[in-house]
Antibody, heavy 120, light 108 residues
């Protein structure tokens, strides 16, 4: 059974940093690209970032390019999101999602999410 | 940028058929995918590659795509189907990975 468990969320001041983690199990982690998707309170889903199975290729939404960094450690079955220069508009539940290839990619399994609140 | 457009809400009585549409210029060339998100829960994939159901998803969920519009159909909707539904796809060059704005399905 695929399981994705996020951690690392919390309250941070504007301009601060936070590192999210996602622990994966139930599949061969290194074979799959992974993503972060976020959802601001009361709003819809927004793709944030993706990373290839090897970690050699990364992709970012324009809204986070230059201040978020995605990475992974295949030896630990873990995915990370380093978030710097946080702004109020980054407040959201952040979901870790496994990617499946189908022409393009889509998200086939999701974690339960971790809440990030950016506020003074 | 790229956008997918969904109606904000759809309402049906139990047992009726609910149809949720998703419009996007690249849909003639790209698959559509659908996610169900119940209140306070993570999204769940209900339709992939336009019309395929993952294991465990009830047969009353089906999908189709024609031209620039994809449609999620819930045949014989049940109260437990009340949720937000999001379509997802990419632009033609797979540069933008986009969700629709979401549709709140009410069954009562």
């Amino acid at each position: 059974e695929v399981q994705l468990v996020e951690s690392g969320g919390g309250l941070v001041q504007p301009g601060g940093s936070l590192r999210l983690s996602c622990s994966a199990s139930g599949f061969t982690f290194s074979r799959y690209a992974m993503s972060w998707v976020r959802q601001a309170p009361g709003k819809g889903l927004e793709w944030v970032s993706s990373i290839s199975g090897s970690g050699g290729s990364t992709y970012y939404a324009d809204s986070v390019k230059g201040h978020f960094t995605i990475s992974r450690d295949n030896s630990k079955n873990s995915l990370y999101l380093q978030m710097n220069s946080l702004r109020a508009e980054d407040t959201a539940v952040y979901y870790c999602a496994k990617l499946q290839l189908s022409g393009g990619y889509y998200f086939d399994y999701w974690g339960q999410g971790t809440l990030v609140t950016v506020s003074s | 940028s790229y956008e997918l457009t969904q109606p904000p809400s759809v309402s049906v009585s139990p047992g009726q058929t609910a149809r949720i549409t998703c419009s996007g210029d690249a849909l003639p060339k790209r698959y559509a995918f659908w996610y169900q998100q119940r209140s306070g829960q993570a999204p769940v994939l209900v339709i992939y590659e336009d019309n395929k159901r993952p294991s465990g998803i009830p047969e009353r969920f089906s999908g189709s795509r024609s031209g620039t519009t994809a449609t999620l159909t819930v045949s014989g909707a049940q109260v437990e189907d009340e949720a937000d539904y999001y379509c997802y796809s990419t632009d033609s060059n797979v540069n933008y990975w986009v969700f629709g704005g979401g549709t709140k399905l009410t069954v009562l």
